[in-house]
């Protein structure tokens, strides 16, 4: 099975504040990774697939990268309605796997 | 508008069983493939089980094997997982999840019901 390790496991950030989460692959994933943000109580919602394309409807302050087996998701300038968890979701091959979650809390 | 509506959960015995349904539309139903994921009490998400538009292909999640399956009738437009052999680490919130252009990640998703698993 693939790991997916994510980190950190959580952040203090403030509003306008730039927010980096990392996710890493126990193996080649190739870009078959997707980002999701979870409030609480709330399903997930898809943000990014494919590693760097963004889902429709999302903002575009919402950026996804990767590097290899390392893959980030930027929340380049932080807005109050995007303090939530966030997992990345690896599409490689069964059985899919999560990451365990990064949650951005108000500073 | 896609929606998917679970339905089903609740309160089961160890070693009970449980049958989980969602209701999907907006959608053609027929052509998506489906999932399972479900949420521990405070805990991350895991997926549990996967199947193809027909019907034919199934996955699961080693924590489940043996114990649970999925199925659909897409003349309903539902999906089902019925849960047998339930242990206490079976609790969470399960959701269903619709394959985003069976690229295998999870564009729509239900509200989630909740499973719990207790004497």
């Known amino acids: 099975d693939i790991q997916m390790t994510q980190s950190p496991s959580s952040v203090s950030a403030s509003v306008g504040d730039r927010v980096t989460i990392n996710c890493r692959a126990s193996?080649?994933?190739?870009?078959?990774l997707a980002w999701y943000q979870q409030k609480p109580g709330k399903a997930p919602k898809l943000l990014i697939h494919a590693a760097s394309s963004l889902q429709s409807g999302v903002p575009s302050r919402f950026i996804g990268s990767r590097s290899g087996t390392d893959f980030t998701l930027t929340i380049s300038s932080l807005q109050p309605e995007d303090f939530a968890t966030y997992y990345c979701q690896q599409a490689n091959s069964f059985p899919l796997t999560f990451g365990g979650g990064t949650k951005v809390e108000i500073k | 508008e896609v929606q998917l509506v679970e339905s089903g959960g609740g309160l089961v015995q160890p070693g009970g069983s449980l049958r989980l349904s969602c209701a999907a539309s907006g959608f053609t139903f027929s052509s998506s493939e489906m999932n399972w994921v479900r949420q521990a009490p405070g805990k991350g998400l895991e997926w549990v089980s996967y199947?193809?538009?027909?019907?034919?292909?199934?996955y699961y999640a080693d924590s489940v094997k043996g114990r649970f399956t999925i199925s659909r009738d897409n003349a309903k437009n539902s999906l089902y997982l019925q849960m047998n052999s339930l242990r206490a680490e079976d609790t969470a919130v399960y959701y269903c999840?619709?394959?985003?252009?069976?690229?295998?990640?999870?564009?729509?998703w239900g509200q989630g019901t909740l499973v719990t698993v207790s004497s």
């Open positions: 199947i193809t538009g027909s019907g034919s292909t199934r």
């Open positions: 193996q080649g994933i190739s870009s078959w």
């Open positions: 999840a619709r394959d985003r252009e069976s690229r295998d990640y999870f564009d729509y």
